[in-house]
């Protein structure tokens, strides 16, 4: 429009000029002349500049249906256009590697979820690789896959324990009137399959961990522990929820860090008295370098009220659930670079059985210190009129340079009412455990117990290098007895079993193991079935494991 008005502007002012010519200058006939140029040169001009305002309108309209047609296919453009313009992109963080050297965790990492002080987790993360993206930070603290903030306050930490078994038996003796049982030439089991979660708000920590290996056979999912922890008072760490207690110095080490493949016999029917996976739990515990003191008040286990359980199948009509509690005390007299004198007492009860529409019974049961799915030979059966069950007794362990010695004993106690009289049980081991190569097995002042061997990454497995992580080789003996009053008719016959097991344990790097055991059992007739007349055994059993 603008060049349209410049235009006729000029045309004007060129005829304006020359009608005011002197006439001696032109004729009046020259003047019409011209003036008639000039306006078909006008005309001419208007022409062109209708061409140009249509073929304007032309593109227009165009523009306008193709802007219509793209906010029918995207409404949110044209909104977009309204908004004020998005300030200046920032330059992203970079990702940033800090590496530093690894100091003294080369043994595998826990089964559970770890539960340290926030200024324990910052020095753990400290000594362990970081990657940091923007205010995030990725690293292994504790060995364990964590994501974090800058400053550690808020973390998540997901971890692993994979255990996989696979055997089988041999010789297992069948006499008259027993039934064959379930002892197979070569089976697996995936033994423990947890994925521990823990999330952290400084001192804060909450700590959920299923198991999808949980129990004798595969495909029972269970819960491991699902629980909340303070840790901001100094060494001492306060716990509700389901949780596993820590009760004997053997069921304070991590499954992880076992010389054999399973706990003794009597360890493990002292446990889960009150003290197994997954058992609902107030209490805490407080260490030193020298001493550790724990105790909880506990009830029922987590699914105690279904109708199928591992160990303790009390069913669905359960009307009043189990309280029970543990104490544990643990001190090391003697602490030198070579030794470690390890004694302590644990005891565990259960104050009030659980009451179903059989009333108040209790039942113990275990396997020959194998669990790839094989019949149980030592069981109490039920017993009825259960008031209390308790047990107690003294822990031992002695580590000299790279040879480690345990031994535990542990009486247990069945009150009965109805003026029946008590049942008396008991148990014991002896333990031997020398690392060939790697480092040797070192004293946890947090468990109160004994870890794995440790392996250093400068002697991760490397045939190149020469290096081959760590070996140990291990034994043990143990005798369960559940036998009691046999000579009168109130008593019980569960069985006596003898275990004599060896076993070699290789550790490539501190995330991975292989386990090779070889037991021999001895099993005096019980209640069950298959073991009417006595029977004895074989079992050997290898084991794959990885820890993060």
């Known amino acids: 429009m603008p060049v349209f008005l410049s235009r006729l502007t000029l045309l004007a002012t060129t005829t304006l000029l020359l009608s005011c010519l002197p006439e001696k200058e032109a004729s009046a006939a020259d003047r019409l002349e011209l003036m008639e140029r000039q306006i078909r040169a006008m005309q001419a001009e208007v022409q062109e500049l209708k061409k140009e305002r249509a073929a304007e309108h032309k593109r227009t309209s165009a523009l306008l249906a193709r ?16 908004l004020p313009p998005p300030p200046l992109l920032q330059t992203a963080a970079p990702i940033s590697i800090l590496r530093r050297t690894p100091l003294a965790q080369d043994t595998p990492p ?25 205010g995030m930070k990725i690293g292994f603290p504790n060995g364990r896959p964590t994501f974090k903030t800058a400053d550690g306050a808020y973390a998540l930490s997901i971890g692993l324990a994979f255990q996989e078994d696979f055997g089988g038996f041999l010789g297992v003796s069948q006499r008259n009137g027993e039934s064959r049982g379930n002892f197979n030439s070569f089976t697996s089991n995936s ?19 299923p198991d999808f290996g949980h129990g004798n056979f595969d495909g029972q999912v269970g819960l491991y522990e699902a629980n909340i922890n303070y840790a901001g008072l100094h060494n001492t760490i306060l716990t509700v929820g389901y949780f596993q207690p820590r009760v004997t110095e053997e069921d304070a080490e991590s499954s992880n860090d076992f010389l054999l493949l399973e706990r ?12 197994n996976d997954a058992r609902f739990s107030i209490g805490g515990l407080h260490y030193a370098d020298r001493w550790w003191i724990g105790g909880y008040f506990t009830g029922q286990s987590w699914g105690n009220r279904a109708e199928n359980q591992y160990y303790l199948p009390i069913g669905k009509h359960v009307t009043d659930s189990q ?24 005891s565990i009860a259960s104050f009030k059985v659980a009451q179903t529409e059989d009333g108040r019974s209790y039942t113990f049961i275990q396997r020959p210190e194998v669990n790839i799915g094989e019949s149980v030979l030592q069981t109490t059966g039920a017993i009825q009129n259960v008031a209390q069950v308790w047990s107690a007794g003294p822990e031992f362990a002695l580590r000299w340079k790279r040879l480690l010695l ?10 009965r009412s109805g003026g029946l009289p008590s049942l008396a049980f008991q148990g014991w081991y002896s333990a031997i455990g020398y690392t060939l190569f790697g480092n040797p097995r070192r004293y ?39 036998n009691s009053r046999l000579d009168r008719p109130d008593g019980v016959r569960g069985g006596q079993q003898t275990v004599w097991a060896t076993g070699l344990n290789w550790y ?18 019980s209640t069950t079935t298959v073991n009417q007349n006595g029977r004895t055994g074989d079992a050997v059993v290898g084991r794959v494991q990885a820890a993060f």
């Open 444 to 482: 946890s002042i947090q468990e109160g117990g004994f870890l794995a061997p440790g392996v250093s990454p400068d002697g991760e497995f490397d045939p190149a290098r020469n290096q081959w992580g760590a070996l140990e080789i291990a034994a043990r003996y143990s005798v369960a007895d559940l």
């Open 406 to 415: 345990k031994a535990e004993y542990y009486r247990i106690g069945i009150e």
């Open 110 to 134: 826990s089964d559970r979820g770890i539960v340290s002080s926030w200024k324990d987790f910052q020095q753990a993360s400290s000594q362990d690789e970081e990657v940091s993206i923007g």
């Open 323 to 346: 309280t029970g509690g543990t104490f544990r005390v643990a001190g090391r007299p003697v602490v030198t670079k070579d030794v470690d004198l390890h004694v302590g007492v644990s």
């Open 67 to 82: 802007q219509r047609e793209e906010t029918e296919a995207n409404p949110y453009r044209q909104r977009a256009g309204y």
């Open 191 to 209: 033994r423990r399959l947890r994925i521990p979660f823990s999330f952290r708000y400084k001192d804060w920590i909450a700590n959920v961990t």
């Open 264 to 275: 003794p016999a009597i360890v493990d029917m002292v446990r889960t008295i009150a003290a």
């Open 508 to 525: 490539p790097n501190r995330h991975f193991k292989f386990m090779v055991d070889y037991n021999h059992f001895i099993v005096s007739r």
